[in-house]
């Protein structure tokens, strides 16, 4: 049964979804980064082939608000967090974030 997910405002439809967590779509991107509570854990999806995309929020403790940290996105294959088949990053851009997001499913549900 094919079931749609909107991530970031993109909707997206699959049928071997296993796991799916997102916190990543709560996200007020038209606030400062300071202003939102990000973690490590924002977003994952694991399919029945294996694959998971993950994606979190890594600081840097910067003081400078462009470089307070970065958005990581993931593509793991068979739980191998040791060697990723994708690593993105993004920063505090939505429109990239999403446009990561999609290359990583993409390469995950192909």
Not at 53 to 69: I, M, P
């Amino acid at each position: 049964m094919i079931k749609a997910y909107s991530i970031l405002d993109d909707v997206y439809e699959f049928s071997d979804v296993s796991y799916y967590y997102d916190e990543l779509s709560s996200v007020n991107f038209n606030s400062e980064v300071s202003d939102e509570v990000l973690g490590e854990d924002l977003l994952m999806i694991s399919f029945s082939n294996g694959m998971t995309v993950d994606v979190g929020w890594y600081h840097s403790f910067e003081e400078d608000e462009e470089k307070q940290g970065e958005f990581v996105i993931y593509v793991i294959k068979n739980e191998d967090w040791e060697s990723p088949l994708l690593r993105l990053t993004s920063g505090w851009d939505k429109s990239s974030l999403g446009q990561k997001i999609k290359q990583a499913l993409d390469l995950s549900h192909n």
